[in-house]
């Protein structure tokens, strides 16, 4: 019989390699009003500040690289091709970085622009967006392809179609603040949670938690993935 295994990753998946996170201490909400730079009503109030916003956090994801929990998962993927399912909420590149295939991006890709014209979305790596134009359309109003605040996210229905089929869920550096990772541990035959702590005592409705670094954890989730697979 197939099985299907999902590993959905959060902020603590790229914390160690030195990108801020929103919520951690010294992140960017201590930094940024999260209303004014991601939402849909403070990108009409003042685009070129989401837009700044954005280019600032590109050229910071040029200046780091992927770490092993990044790598550990690239492996994974690679072992089992076609049974485990990558997604993450995280709008960086880094597990691409990693060598790691087809992966969902919930939320967007930080590299990325799309056009308010057509469309089109196209990669411009880790450069400004300022003098870019559309590649299909030539137009200049272009913006971040990232999901804000008061937009549909349209990687989801692909999320909830996957939930439907997996045998096995792996949910990594996330809080469950966005999406409600305990009601899909509860929905899944297995699972398994690896974050830096537990303050909201989600680990309770996982099969299995490990608290602490995904650094240290990755290795024994890739070990219970084997398992799993081979069982």
Same mark, same amino acid.
């Given at each position: 019989?197939?099985?299907? %295994?999902?590993?959905?990753?959060?902020?603590? @998946?790229?914390?160690?390699?030195?990108?801020?996170?929103?919520?951690?201490? $010294? $992140? @960017?909400? +201590?930094?940024?009003? %999260?209303?004014?730079?991601?939402?849909?009503?403070?990108? !009409?109030?003042?685009? @070129?500040?989401? @837009?700044?916003?954005?280019?600032?956090?590109?050229?910071?994801?040029?200046?780091?690289?992927?770490?092993?929990?990044?790598? /550990?998962?690239?492996? /994974?993927? +690679? !072992?089992?091709?076609?049974?485990? #399912?990558?997604?993450?909420? &995280? %709008?960086?590149?880094?597990?691409?970085?990693?060598?790691?295939?087809?992966?969902? #991006?919930?939320?967007?890709?930080?590299?990325?622009?799309?056009? &308010?014209k057509c469309g089109f979305v196209f990669n411009i790596g880790y450069e400004s967006y300022k003098d870019k134009i559309c590649l299909k359309c030539s137009s200049n109003d272009v913006r971040h392809n990232i999901v804000m605040f008061g937009e549909q996210a349209p990687e989801y229905t692909r999320l909830y179609n996957l939930l439907e089929i997996i045998d096995l869920l792996v949910v990594i550096g996330t809080s469950g603040e966005v999406l409600p990772i305990d009601i899909f541990a509860i929905n899944s035959p297995k699972s398994i949670l690896n974050n830096l702590d537990d303050p909201n005592n989600i680990a309770k409705h996982f099969t299995k938690a490990y608290i602490q670094p995904a650094i240290s954890a990755l290795p024994k989730i890739k070990c219970d993935i084997d398992e799993f697979m081979e069982s």
């Open positions: 019989m197939q099985k299907n %295994v999902m590993i959905l990753s959060g902020a603590g @998946l790229s914390a160690a390699s030195g990108l801020k996170t929103f919520r951690d201490s $010294g $992140g @960017l909400w +201590e930094e940024y009003d %999260v209303m004014e730079v991601c939402s849909t009503q403070g990108f !009409k109030k003042n685009p @070129l500040k989401v @837009l700044d916003f954005y280019d600032e956090r590109r050229a910071q994801l040029s200046s780091v690289k992927p770490n092993k929990a990044h790598e /550990i998962i690239a492996s /994974i993927k +690679e !072992k089992y091709p076609n049974n485990v #399912h990558i997604l993450t909420q &995280n %709008v960086d590149d880094l597990l691409e970085r990693a060598g790691c295939k087809d992966v969902v #991006h919930l939320h967007g890709f930080l590299p990325e622009l799309r056009c &308010n």
